[in-house]
């Protein structure tokens, strides 16, 4: 017998209905009766349907949702998956040698290094990647310059706009699945994508699917991620109060073993991940993959000293741009002149992913267990 396709009526009860929608805007963006207005983002900036009766039911929406498990099992064999952080050729510490960079980047600038060289060599004619546009707020752009790429580096928080520009909302995820869906209408062929693990799921189930116009992606660098944040007013207050801070005076934000909270005047505090968790976007705790475990080339700070991005190379095309970013001198290699020394470094740093992606996976078990007895969150 015929598996019956799941539509969206399936996927809002599955993960709309249980809270743990990521709220990516994917199912909206792919939809496959987009010009018959199936569905549209609504309340809480969840999907919803505008009218059943438009539905195709061509199950576009479920399959490439990253909340649910389809196409798992053929991600898997496409790129030879094993436990526990899926495959991979090489880790390494690396930083970027582009000084411009240097200042502004979030760990080792090693994400917009590799664009760079990508883009100067004509590989890609855009990256999508998310440019900060307030203090907190961050837009996906197709960046097609080495200067917009430049500018989306770091994750510092630009001192001229505030946080009441966002009508109260403030959230450290940025949305770039519409992004890619644009693509369709532009003139460009070969793009990169830089996003996190749920993100990059969902263009890789794209990709299998052979959904127009996943296919121009090229490259995708992913990010390390534990969870992304969104608040209110009510829980910036709380926030506030607990860690004794003015989050008006953060100027950069970073996680690695814990949170990394720097102010002006040079005040840097660490903050242990589960201090924050009350401001953590929900669907987060049911998401299971922390190293990015599709992408071409992973990223982090997690392991890597200050100024180093931890780099975990995946496929035979992110070692194939790596090493000539290498060679062509866009990046450098951390080196220790002790070769024991510094394999026990990348040991350690292997042991870290390891452990935060067993922690997550755990974690993300014990909520959809806990959603199974019917305790809905969000
Ligand atoms: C929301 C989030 C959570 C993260 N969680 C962890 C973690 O738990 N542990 C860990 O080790 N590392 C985490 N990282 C990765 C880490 O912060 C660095 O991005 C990574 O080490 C690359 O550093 P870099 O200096 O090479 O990047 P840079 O050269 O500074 O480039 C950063 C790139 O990230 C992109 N970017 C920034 N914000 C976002 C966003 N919200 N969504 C999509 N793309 C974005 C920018 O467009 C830019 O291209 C997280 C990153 C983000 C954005
Ligand atoms: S038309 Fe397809 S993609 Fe759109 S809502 Fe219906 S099942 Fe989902
Ligand atoms: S996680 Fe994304 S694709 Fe899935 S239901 Fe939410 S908005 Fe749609
Ligand atoms: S933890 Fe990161 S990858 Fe997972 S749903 Fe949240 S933002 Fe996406």
Known sequence: MEEEIKTFKDLNKEVVERGICGKCGGCVSFCSAGELNALEMGKNEVPRYINEDNCLKCGICYIICPQT????????????????????????????????????????????????????????????????????????????????????????????????????????????????????????????????????????????????????????????????????????????????????DIVKLNIKDDFIISFTKGVTIHVPLGEVHEVARPACFACQDFSNEYADISVGGLGSPDGYTTTLIRTELGASVYDEALRKGYIQERTLEDAEESRLEKTKMLAKIVSFSRRKKMRAEKRLSELAGGEAIG
Not at 100 to 112: A, R, S
Request: hydrophobic fraction near 40%; charged fraction near 25%; proline fraction near 3%.
């Open 69 to 248: 498990d389809t196409l798992n099992l053929e991600l898997q064999e496409k790129f030879g998956w094993k436990p526990p952080i899926g495959d991979y050729q090489k880790i390494t510490s690396a930083q970027t040698t582009n000084k411009d960079v240097k200042e502004i980047c979030t760990d080792g600038g090693v994400v917009t290094s590799l664009l760079l060289y990508l883009l100067d060599r004509n590989l890609i004619n855009g990256a999508i990647v998310s440019k900060k546009i307030g203090r907190f707020a961050r837009k996906a752009i197709v960046a097609r310059t080495p200067e917009e790429i430049i500018e989306a580096a770091g994750s510092t928080f630009s001192g001229s706009l505030h946080l009441e520009e966002l009508g109260g909302k403030y959230t450290t995820y940025t949305p770039i699945l519409s992004t890619v869906k644009s693509l369709e209408k532009s003139y460009l062929r070969d793009i990169a994508v830089v996003g996190t693990p749920c993100q990059i799921n969902a263009i890789r189930k794209m990709q299998c699917l052979g959904i127009i116009p996943a296919h121009l992606i090229k490259y995708t660098v992913g990010l390390f991620c534990i969870e992304n944040f969104s608040f209110d007013d009510v829980a910036k207050e709380k926030l506030e109060k607990k860690l004794d801070i003015n989050l008006e």
